[in-house]
Nanobody, 116 residues
Framework: QVQLVESGGGLVQPGGSLRLSCAASGDIFSRNAMGWYRQAPGKQRESVAV???????VYADSVKGRFTISTDNAKNTVYLQMNSLKPEDTAVYYC??????????WGRGTQVTVSS
């Protein structure tokens, strides 16, 4: 079993920055990739950024150049640095971990609101 706990969400003005954190615990040794997804009201959940076990990163086109995903393996934590935030980035952000057996685990989510 895996537990994922997100933190760092909040209210920020357009153009501002936030850093999300996701602390993983449990059977994390089988992880193949970790990442961040988001879901805005009335929309489907979408991938924002993913980082594989070997450090390959994939970003959604809408966040390239503004968001950066990284990991601290010693702390079993994945981060999402979000800069130049836009109102359309407003959503609940979910941490994800995919195991080597293709099982996907989700955190409970953290709200990010970009508004003046």
């Amino acid at each position: 079993q895996v537990q994922l706990v997100e933190s760092g969400g909040g209210l920020v003005q357009p153009g501002g920055s936030l850093r999300l954190s996701c602390a993983a615990s449990g059977d994390i040794f089988s992880r193949n990739a970790m990442g961040w997804y988001r879901q805005a009201p009335g929309k489907q959940r979408e991938s924002v950024a993913v980082i594989t076990r070997v450090g390959i990163t994939v970003y959604a086109d809408s966040v390239k150049g503004r968001f950066t995903i990284s990991t601290d393996n010693a702390k079993n934590t994945v981060y999402l640095q979000m800069n130049s935030l836009k109102p359309e980035d407003t959503a609940v952000y979910y941490c994800m971990m995919r195991s080597s057996g293709s099982i996907v685990y989700w955190g409970r989510g953290t709200q990010v609101t970009v508004s003046s």
